[in-house]
């Protein structure tokens, strides 16, 4: 039978199925390439949007992991400071780090760092063959960035966190550069412990900086991030694998081309010199005060110490440690400030720094008594009020009358010395004078210059609390304030600030002229102005000019000296931080030992002395007076003075020929003591008046000079008597007021009271009260007392003329008591009740105080 009609031929059929199979497979190709096309172009969004930003998370783990290290002004590391994880890492930029170091981890750990784009497709799949056919792993593939991925974000090896770190890596290639992911993976590769970058590690296995390191230490650092914790180089089992992997990573460098043969030797033969993980801790003290001033550090911090010069500080004060413990000073201080720019080089808190003796203490930065460290400020502030180097002050006895009570200041040595000059007040570091400078200038107008300074705390009560024990140091003072406002002398009187990073000068405000700030200088590099209380001791006998101040607080607690060269400013200190007394060590003692050893010990030559501002001159002047010399003054000497303030007013001790210097009356009492241990006396008072001994006038006591009158004798003074007649009436009209002659003495007494009530209400009451020119300055107006049963009850009178008198006329109210000679002293025993005082002169001086007596 034949085919049925209208069916295709066989051939026709099978070739119309092989070309509806061309065109499908035609359209799925089309469509797959459509989908890679599609999914290429949608690969980035996707994985930007269902990503996190790992650029960001990069920067972020490097700003909150950052630790950081002090270095000295020549890089030296001082401390390493943790970062906010208690891990130890530097901060080091790629740029600083030496090639070979670069090549050593990429020969490590991504030698095809340079091509991939996040993941090495052919690494991986060495590391798979490798893995199957050893059935261990042997091998890894993750790139430096997939490292980096894991580092800044940490989460369990599993299947899924290797896709993810996949995903991520090639995102951030996207997002950073090369040389910022090899940046970042150089600071955050863990070494070993507690070690972050290599950075980190080169400064503690090493003790350099990362571009210092060879080929065998960056071959090291580079072997490290395989696997920490085993390649333990303080371990020995450590320490031979960490040898092992590091010639390992030579032999890749050499197969990479980045090492020759020669130096893959000579780096397996290099010695591996490692510190171990003891970190250093220099000047601990100096970097203590820097982080509490400026924070912890973030990366490496250069600051102005010099390791050399806190070596010498630490040694100078260590080599007196026995010396000072055996009179009673276990702790000192010191620092070292370079003049020029008032860098601190070296600071020294404690002997030790630690728990024994308070150690951790800093005494450079511990509040403490200033003994006689601020005088200098105090006759900065004279000079600047018109006085000048050898202007005198009388350092005689003297009682002053304060809040807190009666006031009687003495020198170190219990001796007075009658007129000084400034410069030998401040060389010998009296306080009789000072304390009556201070008296003379104002409490109120030192304690602001002190506060110009940083000294003291800017108030305008705070003078009255201190008083007059602002000139010997009764503030307390912290060394480093000290030490930089001995600077401002330095610096021609300006204010200046200590830096603890390098650089120049910070100077303030001028706050004493040019002039002043040299002759300070001058006073306190002058051996011959400090030998009545120092002497000329070996300690202070220097190669070179220093200015140096001493200072000793109340029962020698805190021993000071303080000193100024071209060259260096410092300050040490030497007591005990809980405040007990040493041995009778003073500031000289205790301490210029120290630092005559630290000044010869300190690195550079000598500088030049301070150039003497043009606006002094070389005067001369009387060596007892301080002013012009007449022709009679038989010690002349030579000062510097401002040429506004010449010409100098001509010297009143020597007005006429003569073997005596002739003082005024101030200086009676001062005479008075020393008739008492020379048979001749160079010293007088003007006008030739003799001085008695007041004690040989006590009650019941017939000594001469004072002529005592019984207190049953009629009141006032008897007319005629004296050289001239009717004194008593006279006197009492003009001075006392309200009585007339003849008065009884309670009405004379009530007269002179009414009259000083009156003027102490109208304000024209000083310190003590008087009329005319001659002043009680004991007792003091206002004074009470109370009287001791069984107890003599006497108190001392005492009062002090302008210019000599025969006599001083003492009346108990308005009973005559006695007349003294100089020194113008007399004795009365109490009787209970108010009681007016007065001191009478036969001319027109007189001055009149109250007191009760209980």
């Given at each position: 039978?034949?085919?049925?009609?209208?069916?295709?031929?066989p051939?026709?059929?099978?070739?119309a199925?092989?070309?509806?199979?061309r065109?499908?497979?035609?359209?799925?190709a089309?469509?797959?390439?459509?989908?890679?096309?599609a999914?290429?172009?949608?690969?980035?969004?996707l994985?930007?949007a269902?990503?996190?930003d790992?650029?960001?998370?990069?920067?972020?783990?490097?700003?909150a992991?950052?630790?950081?290290?002090?270095?000295?002004?020549?890089?030296?590391v001082?401390?390493?400071?943790?970062?906010?994880?208690?891990?130890?890492?530097?901060?080091?930029p790629?740029?600083?780090?030496?090639?070979?170091l670069v090549?050593?981890v990429?020969?490590?750990?991504?030698?095809?760092?340079?091509?991939?784009?996040g993941?090495?497709v052919?690494?991986?799949?060495?590391?798979?063959?490798?893995?199957?056919?050893?059935?261990?792993?042997?091998?890894?593939a993750?790139?430096i960035?997939?490292?980096?991925?894991?580092?800044?974000?940490?989460?369990p090896?599993?299947?899924?966190?290797?896709?993810t770190?996949l995903?991520?890596?090639?995102?951030?290639?996207m997002?950073?550069?090369?040389?910022?992911l090899?940046?970042?993976?150089?600071n955050?590769?863990?070494m070993?412990?507690?070690?972050?970058?290599?950075?980190?590690a080169?400064?503690?296995?090493?003790?350099?900086?990362?571009?210092?390191v060879?080929?065998?230490e960056a071959?090291t650092?580079?072997?490290?991030?395989q696997?920490?914790?085993?390649?333990?180089?303080?371990?020995?089992?450590?320490?031979?694998?960490?040898?092992?992997?590091?010639?390992w990573?030579?032999?890749?460098?050499?197969?990479?081309?980045w090492?020759s043969?020669?130096?893959?030797?000579?780096?397996?033969?290099?010695?591996?010199?490692?510190?171990?993980?003891?970190?250093?801790?220099r000047?601990?003290?100096?970097?203590?005060?820097?982080?509490?001033?400026?924070?912890p550090?973030?990366?490496?911090?250069?600051t102005?110490?010099?390791?050399?010069?806190?070596?010498r500080?630490?040694?100078?004060?260590?080599?007196h440690?026995?010396?000072?413990?055996?009179?009673?000073?276990?702790q000192?201080?010191?620092l070292?400030?370079?003049?020029?720019?008032?860098?601190?080089?070296?600071m020294?808190?404690?002997?030790?720094?630690g728990?024994?003796?308070?150690?951790?203490?800093?005494?450079?930065?511990?509040?403490?008594?200033?003994g006689?460290?601020?005088?200098?400020?105090?006759?900065a502030l004279?000079?600047?009020?018109g006085?000048?180097?050898g202007?005198?002050?009388?350092?005689?006895?003297?009682?002053?009358?304060?809040?807190?009570?009666?006031?009687?200041?003495?020198?170190?040595?219990?001796?007075t010395y009658?007129?000084?000059s400034?410069?030998?007040?401040?060389?010998n570091?009296l306080?009789?004078?000072?304390?009556?400078?201070l008296?003379?200038?104002?409490g109120?107008?030192f304690?602001?210059f002190?506060?110009?300074?940083?000294?003291v705390?800017p108030?305008?009560?705070?003078?009255?609390?201190?008083?007059l024990?602002?000139a010997?140091?009764?503030?307390?003072?912290?060394?480093?304030?000290?030490v930089?406002a001995?600077?401002?002398?330095?610096?021609?009187?300006?204010?200046?600030?200590?830096?603890?990073?390098p650089?120049?000068?910070?100077?303030?405000?001028a706050l004493m002229?040019?002039?002043?700030?040299?002759?300070?200088?001058?006073?306190?590099?002058?051996?011959?102005?400090?030998?009545l209380?120092?002497?000329n001791?070996?300690f202070?006998?220097?190669?070179q000019?220093?200015?140096?101040?001493?200072?000793?607080?109340?029962?020698?607690?805190?021993?000071?000296?303080?000193?100024?060269?071209?060259?260096y400013?410092?300050?040490?200190?030497?007591?005990?931080?809980?405040?007990?007394?040493?041995?009778?060590?003073?500031?000289?003692?205790?301490?210029?030992?120290?630092?005559h050893q630290?000044?010869?010990?300190?690195?550079?030559p000598?500088?030049?002395?301070?150039?003497r501002?043009?606006?002094?001159?070389g005067?001369?002047?009387?060596?007892?007076?301080?002013?012009a010399?007449?022709?009679?003054?038989?010690?002349?000497?030579r000062?510097w003075?401002?040429?506004?303030?010449?010409?100098?007013?001509s010297?009143?001790?020597?007005?006429?020929q003569?073997?005596?210097?002739?003082?005024?009356?101030e200086?009676?009492?001062?005479?008075?003591?020393?008739?008492?241990?020379?048979?001749?006396?160079p010293?007088?008072l003007?006008?030739?008046?003799?001085?008695?001994?007041p004690?040989?006038?006590?009650?019941?006591?017939?000594?001469?000079?004072?002529?005592v009158r019984?207190?049953g004798?009629?009141?006032?003074?008897?007319?005629g008597d004296?050289?001239t007649?009717?004194?008593?009436?006279?006197?009492?009209?003009?001075?006392?007021?309200?009585?007339?002659?003849?008065?009884e003495?309670?009405?004379?007494?009530?007269?002179?009271?009414?009259?000083?009530?009156?003027?102490?209400?109208?304000?024209a009451?000083?310190?003590?009260l008087?009329?005319?020119?001659?002043?009680?300055?004991?007792?003091?107006?206002?004074d009470?007392?109370v009287m001791?049963?069984?107890?003599d009850?006497?108190?001392?009178?005492?009062?002090?003329?302008?210019t000599?008198?025969?006599?001083?006329?003492?009346?108990?109210?308005g009973?005559?008591l006695?007349?003294?000679?100089?020194?113008?002293?007399?004795?009365w025993?109490?009787?209970?009740?108010?009681?007016?005082?007065?001191?009478?002169?036969?001319?027109e001086?007189?001055?009149?105080?109250?007191?009760?007596?209980?």
């Amino acid at each position: 039978m034949g085919e049925p009609s209208g069916s295709a031929p066989p051939t026709q059929a099978a070739e119309a199925g092989r070309a509806r199979r061309r065109a499908w497979g035609k359209r799925l190709a089309l469509a797959a390439l459509a989908g890679g096309v599609a999914l290429w172009l949608l690969w980035r969004p996707l994985v930007w949007a269902v990503t996190p930003d790992v650029a960001a998370m990069v920067s972020e783990s490097l700003r909150a992991v950052r630790g950081g290290a002090l270095l000295d002004r020549h890089g030296a590391v001082l401390r390493f400071f943790p970062n906010a994880a208690g891990d130890y890492q530097l901060w080091v930029p790629l740029a600083s780090c030496p090639v070979h170091l670069v090549q050593a981890v990429l020969a490590a750990e991504d030698r095809n760092f340079r091509q991939h784009s996040g993941f090495d497709v052919a690494a991986m799949a060495r590391a798979a063959w490798q893995n199957l056919t050893e059935r261990r792993i042997v091998s890894g593939a993750s790139t430096i960035t997939q490292q980096v991925v894991r580092m800044v974000r940490p989460r369990p090896r599993t299947w899924l966190t290797k896709l993810t770190e996949l995903v991520l890596a090639a995102k951030l290639e996207m997002q950073l550069d090369k040389d910022r992911l090899l940046e970042a993976w150089l600071n955050l590769a863990p070494m070993y412990g507690n070690l972050r970058g290599v950075g980190m590690a080169a400064r503690v296995l090493f003790r350099k900086g990362i571009e210092q390191v060879t080929v065998a230490e960056a071959a090291t650092l580079a072997a490290f991030p395989q696997s920490p914790a085993r390649l333990h180089p303080e371990a020995p089992k450590g320490r031979r694998l960490l040898l092992a992997r590091r010639d390992w990573v030579l032999g890749q460098m050499v197969r990479l081309g980045w090492l020759s043969r020669d130096e893959e030797r000579a780096a397996r033969a290099a010695p591996m010199p490692m510190y171990g993980r003891r970190l250093p801790l220099r000047a601990p003290h100096f970097a203590d005060w820097v982080v509490a001033r400026d924070g912890p550090p973030r990366g490496e911090v250069m600051t102005s110490l010099d390791l050399a010069v806190q070596d010498r500080l630490v040694e100078a004060l260590t080599a007196h440690r026995d010396r000072l413990a055996r009179a009673g000073a276990r702790q000192v201080a010191g620092l070292v400030a370079d003049t020029a720019t008032m860098e601190v080089l070296a600071m020294a808190g404690s002997f030790e720094y630690g728990p024994v003796g308070g150690g951790f203490n800093n005494g450079c930065l511990a509040p403490r008594s200033g003994g006689s460290i601020l005088k200098p400020f105090l006759y900065a502030l004279a000079l600047e009020e018109g006085f000048h180097p050898g202007s005198i002050i009388p350092d005689t006895r003297r009682t002053f009358r304060t809040p807190q009570g009666d006031y009687l200041p003495y020198n170190a040595t219990r001796r007075t010395y009658g007129p000084v000059s400034i410069r030998s007040a401040l060389g010998n570091s009296l306080n009789i004078s000072a304390v009556k400078m201070l008296n003379e200038l104002g409490g109120r107008a030192f304690y602001r210059f002190l506060a110009g300074f940083g000294l003291v705390p800017p108030s305008d009560t705070l003078w009255e609390y201190y008083g007059l024990g602002l000139a010997i140091g009764n503030p307390e003072v912290r060394l480093v304030d000290v030490v930089a406002a001995y600077g401002a002398f330095a610096h021609g009187g300006r204010r200046v600030e200590l830096r603890t990073t390098p650089g120049p000068l910070r100077a303030g405000p001028a706050l004493m002229s040019e002039a002043t700030a040299w002759s300070l200088l001058d006073i306190m590099s002058d051996p011959s102005a400090r030998l009545l209380t120092f002497g000329n001791p070996r300690f202070f006998a220097f190669d070179q000019p220093v200015a140096l101040k001493t200072g000793t607080s109340t029962n020698y607690r805190d021993c000071w000296i303080f000193a100024v060269t071209p060259a260096y400013v410092i300050g040490l200190w030497a007591g005990n931080f809980e405040g007990s007394a040493t041995h009778g060590l003073g500031g000289a003692t205790a301490c210029g030992p120290i630092l005559h050893q630290l000044l010869r010990d300190l690195p550079g030559p000598a500088r030049g002395w301070f150039p003497r501002p043009a606006i002094l001159e070389g005067v001369r002047i009387c060596g007892l007076s301080g002013q012009a010399p007449t022709a009679f003054c038989p010690m002349v000497s030579r000062e510097w003075v401002e040429r506004s303030r010449l010409p100098l007013p001509s010297c009143p001790f020597h007005e006429s020929q003569g073997l005596f210097h002739e003082l005024p009356a101030e200086y009676a009492d001062w005479i008075q003591q020393r008739g008492q241990a020379l048979r001749v006396d160079p010293f007088r008072l003007q006008g030739d008046l003799a001085v008695a001994d007041p004690l040989a006038a006590l009650p019941d006591d017939s000594g001469a000079g004072v002529r005592v009158r019984p207190a049953g004798e009629a009141s006032g003074l008897a007319a005629g008597d004296g050289p001239t007649g009717g004194a008593s009436e006279r006197i009492q009209r003009r001075r006392l007021g309200a009585a007339g002659a003849g008065s009884e003495g309670g009405g004379a007494a009530m007269a002179a009271e009414g009259e000083a009530s009156r003027m102490w209400r109208a304000g024209a009451a000083t310190e003590e009260l008087g009329w005319g020119r001659i002043r009680i300055v004991s007792p003091h107006d206002g004074d009470r007392f109370v009287m001791v049963p069984d107890g003599d009850n006497l108190i001392r009178l005492r009062a002090e003329p302008e210019t000599p008198l025969p006599e001083v006329i003492w009346l108990i109210d308005g009973a005559e008591l006695a007349r003294t000679p100089p020194p113008y002293e007399a004795w009365w025993r109490l009787e209970r009740g108010r009681h007016t005082i007065t001191a009478l002169s036969l001319g027109e001086e007189a001055a009149q105080i109250t007191i009760q007596v209980e």
